[in-house]
């Protein structure tokens, strides 16, 4: 059980500064703590939660397996935090994509816009005929 | 006179020839890609809403877990994996990526010919009322038949249908050329956002394993023994969740990377006439995104 404990100790100390850096005060698109934007140190957290998962099924004792899921809920907020941070970091750049897809779709409205026009010249033209058959009928009726 | 009637038939097929053989082929694979595109759009729009679900149980379970301890969890400390504004983002490019495809498609099938098709038989049928007042008010002599004028009417919907199609197939595979660089930007981006969601996913079901295991170790025997054999059976079922729902994901994203690849084809085909590497990824395409979204519905009901 004490290995179990010193995990548990390990992994509250310094879960609380991160999740106070990754969570500032709602600005439109927060960056990643500083910490975070290294793998090694977030891919370190990851194996934390592993093997903190594994001491928590090993665990027979219930405040032992309380203390280890106390301590594996901090990392799992942590990288919880850290995951929404990518995904907001994420929205800005669909967001920017976003403008260059309906550039795209407004070419292929152009498009259609002009095959109308051509739909459009065709009824112009039956227009036109059909006005000169009118003239053309009331034409004996004024000579 | 028998020149007269045959001229009209003559141009009618010359120009339908025209017209239908040259667009087939794009129609066809538009028309493949955009229902392929479509079903990856709505399993990715499912995965999102599903991924977001999943979170909010799993701080749910937490708070729960932390209820009667000496530090609670303030509910307000709940917020979503993705806010509003992240899933609207999403949303409107996924259905920016829906309208292109089915844009193309229509373009290139020429969904316009209907309108086509009225004003051609509005100027035959004109050119024949014009033909009889040309009979009744002068001395010419014109007369124009029901079928001339019918065989007008096909000659002008066959031109209409040559230049529309000229105009397609001048600027569309443009469009779609343009467009290559973008959709690849896009499978990158929901591919990296779908690492994140997989990566989250697995410790949500994590947190909920753990949580469901505390609540019934805590309950003790104030859950009578059917009660207690309920929860216990339910662990297995997260965990089966838990694999099926990463087996969803990166086969979503699978599908996303062969929605790009595809349409780099289709790219490549609009210009060419080699397509048949395209019809592979096409099908290939649609057979991975027809299976996801068979999958959705039996996660859906599973998880009831």
Known sequence: MPPKKISAKK???????????????????????????????????KALYDILGRAYWDASDLNAKDTI??????????????????????????????????????????????INSITKNISTASSVIAAIAKVLSIAPVLL | MRNRKLLPSLLCVCLLWLAGCSLSPLARNTAAFSSAASLVVENTQNAYRAAVRLNEKAQASLLVAR???????????????????????????????????????DLSSGVSSPKLDE?????????????????ASTPIGINVTSTEANAASTALKALGDFLVSRQVKSSVPRVIRDMDPNI????????????????????????????????????GTSLSAGERRAEIERLPRILANKKATDDMLAD??????????????????????????????????????EGLATFYESL?????
């Open chain 1, 69 to 114: 899921q106390g301590a594996r809920d901090h990392i799992y907020e942590i990288l919880t935090d850290l995951n929404r941070a990518r995904l907001e970091a994420n929205t800005a750049l669909f967001l920017a994509l976003k403008s260059k897809i309906d550039d795209n779709n407004k070419a292929l409205d152009d498009i259609k816009e002009k």
């Open chain 2, 119 to 135: 004003a051609a038989a509005a100027c035959g049928s004109n050119l024949k009322s014009l033909g009889d007042a040309l009979a």
């Open chain 1, 11 to 45: 992994t509250s100390s310094p879960a609380q500064s991160p999740v106070a850096a990754a969570t500032p005060p709602a600005p439109p698109a927060p960056a990643l703590p500083p910490a975070f934007t290294n793998p090694d140190i977030v891919d370190a957290y």
């Open chain 2, 67 to 105: 209820f009667d301890t000496p530090q609670p969890m303030d509910p307000h400390s709940i917020r979503p994996l993705i806010d509003e504004k992240g899933l609207k983002a999403r949303s409107d490019v996924l259905d920016g990526l829906r309208t292109y495809a089915q844009t193309i498609a």
């Open chain 2, 300 to 304: 859906s009901a599973s998880s009831k």
């Open chain 2, 184 to 219: 690849d930007a896009l499978s990158q981006l929901l591919s990296n956002d779908l690492e994140i969601l997989r990566d989250q996913a697995g410790r949500d079901y994590e947190q909920l394993l753990a949580q469901q295991d505390g609540f019934i170790r805590h309950a």
């Open chain 2, 252 to 289: 979503l994203q699978s599908s996303i990377q062969k929605l790009a690849v595809t349409h780099h084809a289709l790219a490549v085909a609009a210009t060419s006439k080699d397509s048949a590497s395209l019809q592979a990824r096409i099908a290939d395409l649609r057979a991975s995104a």
